[in-house]
């Protein structure tokens, strides 16, 4: 017993007294550490195109998914003897389908564009120079 209390004792004083030494009672503002934000990189065109269609497949995932669990669980409802039900669980699969569907897709399309976009922009830029019109 007596062990456990001096062990006790030993954690206290080693996590109280570095707190102790360290910590000044007032601190100056301009002293302070100041957070550093860092610039937000935007994506490259070609990448941004990528994440879209990440984007749509991982929306058509998720909606199969839930299409699957709603299906099987109005067809366990149905097979159990509860027709209202099953008819419920099953739209509630299509509901969710459609919702991560049209999302994905969504976001994913919007994505697309702002890459197709942003290829146009390089395009742009590039054809910017001053041609020869001597020719």
């Known amino acids: 017993m007596k062990l456990k209390l001096c062990y006790l004792i030993a954690l206290a004083f080693a996590v ?7 910590s000044s009672p007032v601190q100056d503002p301009a002293s302070a550490p ?5 610039e937000k990189k935007s ?7 990528t994440q879209g269609g990440k984007d749509i ?6 909606g199969s998914a839930d299409l699957a669990k709603g299906t099987a669980s109005g067809a366990g409802k149905l097979a159990t003897g509860h027709p209202v039900s099953a008819g419920a669980s ?3 699969g299509a509901a969710g389908f459609g919702k991560n569907v049209g999302g994905g897709a969504g976001k994913g399309t ?10 146009f ?9 001053k041609h020869d019109s001597n020719q």
């Open 57 to 62: 497949g991982k929306g058509a995932a998720k």
């Open 121 to 129: 922009k390089k395009l742009g830029k590039k054809s910017g120079k």
């Open 34 to 38: 100041k957070a550093v934000e860092p």
């Open 16 to 22: 109280v007294l570095p707190e102790l030494r360290g």
């Open 90 to 92: 099953a739209g509630k």
């Open 110 to 119: 919007a994505k697309i564009g702002k890459g197709i976009g942003g290829e």
């Open 43 to 49: 994506k490259t065109p070609g990448k941004e195109m």
